[in-house]
């Protein structure tokens, strides 16, 4: 596939979750009792970035966790050849906190429904607060992220990639064709 349009560079990408942990922080009145959850695999990644930015801005370090979503997808079967189960790693209760489940893109609203499923089976949050770097449309799902780097409005057809230097070697955001 070959990329049709850059969203966000790094510099946009950077701004997004500074933009995000501030209001994280705004909208909490502070992080006592929060914790993020990023959703396997770039979720992780931009959940660790809003911590560290959370770190930064309170001086606070805020617990992160792993969630690996695949054995509570509704597509499971279609795709048991092929499914790679990563490892949930939390390892913090989530008990009464305020989780902000973190994941790279908004799309049918699945992939948050399986996460919820899988956070509520390791016990009873405050409150779950998504946050996303790109809400693309399309929902099929009754869902929708508290916190939003990049609202993008696309076809079905247009496939959004957050790329990432952990995983890519880069750091954009971009519609493939």
């Given at each position: 596939m070959n990329i049709k349009?850059?969203?966000?560079?790094?510099?946009?990408?950077q701004r997004a979750l500074v933009r995000i942990s501030h209001e994280i922080i705004e909208r909490n009145k502070g992080v006592c009792d929060v914790v993020i959850v990023g959703i396997c695999r770039r979720g992780v990644t931009l959940a660790e970035r809003i911590a560290a930015h959370i770190k930064r801005i309170e001086g606070v370090k805020v617990p992160v966790g792993i969630l690996d979503i695949t054995l509570y997808r509704d597509d499971l079967s279609s795709i048991e050849d092929q499914a790679q189960v990563n490892s949930t790693l939390i390892d913090f209760s989530v008990l009464n906190k305020t989780v902000i489940?973190?994941?790279?893109?908004?799309y049918t609203g699945?992939?948050?429904?399986?996460?919820?499923?899988?956070?509520?089976?390791?016990?009873?949050?405050?409150?779950?607060?998504?946050?996303?770097?790109?809400?693309?449309?399309?929902?099929?799902?009754?869902?929708?992220?508290?916190?939003?780097?990049?609202?993008?409005p696309t076809s079905r057809q247009e496939i959004i990639a957050v790329q990432v230097s952990e995983f890519d070697n880069c750091e954009q955001v971009v519609i493939l064709q």
């Open positions: 349009t850059q969203l966000m560079d790094e510099r946009a990408m489940l973190v994941d790279d893109v908004l699945r992939t948050v429904r399986s996460a919820l499923d899988a956070l509520i089976d390791l016990g009873r949050p405050k409150s779950i607060q998504l946050a996303v770097l790109v809400d693309r449309g399309h929902r099929e799902l009754p869902i929708r992220a508290d916190y939003v780097g990049k609202n993008v």
